[in-house]
């Protein structure tokens, strides 16, 4: 259930955390702000990235296929931003092509953290595609495919997935746990944990997200798919995509 998480999560937004989002955008567009542009958010989860894009002037058009995440956004949207004409919230489906056919087109289309969650992540990254006007930005955040890595991590969140609601935060806390305790020992061997301790404090600085409710994605979200760079760099070229920017992921992250 990916909106509780994200309406969890709306309770304890601040300023700090959408300006972190707004700054997130504007690094990773290479822009001042995106005043006069379209902004299409595919899976808007939680609505910060609608948000932040509104309140950096672009015209917004959210959805979601999940209920409580649409609520989320238009939430957001009537506490900072109530009647606003230019910024649209509702239901739909990124594997639906009539419903994409149907929005028209965008300067920019943004993705993160979703595709990869509707069961049939190849035919979302496709129609993820149609939106994009001739000349426009397509951002696509994926999970990185590390073989036998993933597939163990498949294995955890299916497990989550079918424990009775009682232990799933028992579940969640342990493997939780886990991986900050991994983190903290990999940063001690190389005599490094004051920048461990330093990434802590700065956990919301980036993409104004929390590391909480981050982790309840991780090891909840579910269905659970995965691709290198290079395969996804390959399926967008052969659909008429060049890469402006890319990232790989160092491990399992997006």
């Not at 707004?22 to 808007?44: E, H, I, Y």
Request: charged share 20%; glycine share 10%; aromatic share 12%.
């Amino acid at each position: 259930p990916f909106g509780k998480n994200w309406a969890a999560y709306l309770k304890n937004i601040t300023e700090e955390k959408i300006a972190a989002a707004q700054d997130s955008l504007l690094d990773l567009f290479g822009m001042s702000n995106l005043a006069g542009l379209t902004f299409l958010d595919v899976g808007c989860g939680s609505g910060l990235f609608s948000l932040a894009a509104r309140r950096l002037g672009a015209t917004v058009h959210s959805f979601d296929y999940d209920p409580q995440s649409v609520a989320c956004t238009r939430e957001l949207r009537a506490r900072f931003f109530p009647g606003d004409s230019a910024w649209t919230v509702e239901s739909g489906s990124v594997l639906d092509r009539a419903y994409l056919e149907s929005l028209g087109q965008f300067d920019v289309v943004y993705s993160w953290g979703v595709l990869h969650h509707t069961g049939a992540m190849w035919r979302a990254l496709e129609l993820a595609a149609l939106p994009v006007r001739h000349g426009g930005l397509l951002l696509v955040a994926i999970y990185n495919d590390c073989g036998a890595t993933s597939r163990r991590w498949r294995a955890v969140k299916r497990l989550y997935n079918r424990l009775p609601a009682v232990l799933k935060p028992v579940m969640a806390a342990l493997v939780w746990a886990f991986m900050e305790l991994r983190e903290a020992l990999g940063h001690a061997r190389r005599l490094q944990l004051g920048a461990y301790v330093r990434s802590l404090r700065q956990y919301r600085r980036n993409r104004g997200m929390s590391r909480w409710h981050n982790a309840l994605d991780w090891i909840g979200g579910y269905p659970y798919e995965y691709a290198g760079a290079a395969r996804l760099v390959a399926f967008y070229a052969e659909r008429g995509f060049a890469v402006e920017r890319l990232e790989e992921a160092q491990g399992l992250g997006c």
